[in-house]
């Protein structure tokens, strides 16, 4: 199976950067495309981010491109999601998932396999 483990969470100001980084172990070959996923209170998951494992294309949606930058680190199993200019609204818990077939999936339930997640806050 694969494993996921995020880390970087943390307070923030409005306007602030925060890099947050997912660490895959396992079986990684099963990966076609690693994805960010946040849950606010009360909210659906909202894909946030994606990238494929060895091809590097990448996908955002609209509320969050130009800010949010996904990269990946295949020498340590690892992908990035760089968060600029973060606004309140941007508070949840960030996920990490695995997409195990093509295409790259929006939908939370493309992907198989998810962390624990990390918590993100934004104050104003």
């Known amino acids: 199976q694969v494993q996921l483990v995020e880390s970087g969470g943390g307070l923030v100001q409005a306007g602030g950067s925060l890099r947050l980084s997912c660490a895959a172990s396992?079986?990684?070959?099963?990966?076609?495309?690693l994805g960010w996923f946040r849950q606010a209170p009360g909210k659906e998951r909202e894909f946030v981010a994606a990238?494929?494992?060895?091809?590097?294309?990448?996908l955002y949606p609209d509320s969050v491109k130009g800010r949010f930058t996904i990269s990946r680190d295949n020498a340590k199993n690892t992908v990035y999601l760089q968060m600029s200019s973060l606004k309140p609204e941007d508070t949840a818990v960030y996920y990490c998932?695995?997409?195990?077939?093509?295409?790259?999936?929006?939908?939370?339930?493309?992907?198989?396999?998810w962390g624990q997640g990390t918590q993100v806050t934004v104050s104003s």
């Open positions: 998932a695995a997409d195990p077939v093509p295409p790259i999936g929006r939908r939370w339930h493309d992907y198989d396999r």
């Open positions: 396992g079986r990684t070959f099963r990966i076609y495309a």
């Open positions: 990238v494929t494992w060895s091809g590097g294309s990448t």
